[in-house]
């Protein structure tokens, strides 16, 4: 498992934090739970099975609704 800090564009609106938290949710390989999209920073805090989904997958899939990904940290849990 990996746990990912995230750092987007700038969010403007609460209902992009949905969009992007189903967005990711979606994902196989994803802690449902461990998401956490935080608006007032712009951070998407996510834990992620490795061997079933790439930090280069949820940077997509945030990519594909129409937000920038600045940059993306990763840690072993």
Same mark, same amino acid.
């Given at each position: 498992?990996?746990?990912?800090?995230?750092?987007?564009?700038?969010?403007?609106?609460?209902?992009?934090?949905?969009?992007?938290?189903?967005? +990711?949710?979606?994902?196989?390989?994803?802690? %449902?739970? !461990? /998401? $956490?999209?935080?608006? &007032?920073?712009?951070? +998407?805090?996510?834990?992620?099975?490795?061997? %079933?989904? !790439? /930090? $280069?997958?949820?940077? &997509?899939?945030?990519?594909?609704?129409?937000?920038?990904?600045?940059?993306?940290?990763?840690?072993?849990?």
């Amino acid at each position: 498992m990996q746990k990912a800090t995230i750092q987007l564009e700038t969010l403007t609106c609460p209902s992009c934090m949905q969009k992007i938290e189903n967005g +990711v949710k979606s994902l196989d390989g994803v802690d %449902k739970k !461990s /998401i $956490k999209v935080l608006f &007032n920073s712009s951070k +998407v805090r996510v834990e992620y099975d490795d061997e %079933k989904v !790439s /930090i $280069k997958d949820i940077e &997509n899939a945030i990519d594909k609704l129409g937000y920038e990904v600045i940059k993306s940290q990763v840690k072993a849990l």
